[in-house]
């Protein structure tokens, strides 16, 4: 079946402006979580979806970083004002549950000049 | 604090050679240990959790709790092992997994 989609595949952008990402979840996964792996940094949690509400959103760097989801399945990950720190990959992975196994998706690849 | 600790970021071998890629955690209570890869131009991708015990692509890893390690190992390295491998954690909090930094494997023919 599909996996984990994510959109764009890339985005350039300039400094200060907003931009939004995007995750469609395997169907049926009810639970959702943001990571972003930077040059040299690894993956860092950012949040955690169960459903719509998000109980896990401490890895967020700052609050120009927000997210929401809605019927249980789409992500937005919306970044305002962005900086040229923002610029990494940002992976979307779901799972059937807190505990199951998290898949992937393919990543957006951000830019910020 | 860097709670996953992966102290190799490159490590070479040759095909058929034995690999071990290192992983040590920080955590005091009973965590669930994992392995992810990725291959280049690939998404990532579960390769093992501990709690599986099974031995994927002839890779096995065992949790040792007195050391706080769960290395990754594979008697006979090949080609095409390599890729970007990734310990992982997740603790008594629900859902969020801690990574390492990666160790970048790459298997010379």
């Known amino acids: 079946g599909a996996g984990v989609s994510q959109s764009p595949s890339n985005k350039v952008t300039e400094k200060g402006k907003d931009v939004e990402l995007r995750c469609d979840p395997i169907?049926?996964?009810?639970?959702l979580y943001w990571y972003r792996q930077s040059l040299g940094q690894g993956l860092e949690f950012l949040i955690y979806?169960?459903?719509?509400?998000?109980?896990?959103k401490s890895g967020l760097p700052s609050d120009r970083f927000s997210a929401e989801r809605t019927g249980g399945s789409v992500s937005t990950l919306t970044i305002q004002r962005t900086q040229q720190e923002d610029s990494a990959v940002y992976l979307c992975?779901?799972?059937?549950?807190?505990?199951?196994?998290?898949?992937f998706g393919p990543g957006t690849r951000l830019l910020v000049l | 604090a860097q709670r996953v600790t992966q102290p190799e970021k490159l490590l070479s071998v040759f095909k058929g050679a034995p690999v071990e890629l290192k992983c040590n955690y920080s955590?005091?209570?009973?965590?669930?240990l994992f392995w992810y890869v990725q291959y280049s131009r690939q998404r990532l991708q579960l390769l093992l959790r501990?709690?599986s015990r099974e031995s994927i692509k002839g890779f096995t890893a065992d949790l040792n709790k007195g050391e706080t390690s769960f290395h990754l190992k594979k008697p006979f390295a090949q080609e095409e092992d390599s890729a970007m491998y990734y310990c992982a954690y997740r603790g008594s909090t629900l859902g969020r997994l801690y990574f390492g930094r990666g160790t970048q494997l790459t298997v010379w023919p």
């Open positions: 169907s049926g996964h009810t639970a």
């Open positions: 979806f169960q459903g719509n509400s998000a109980p896990d």
């Open positions: 992975a779901s799972s059937l549950g807190p505990q199951e196994t998290q898949y």
């Open positions: 501990h709690i």
């Open positions: 955590y005091s209570g009973s965590p669930e």
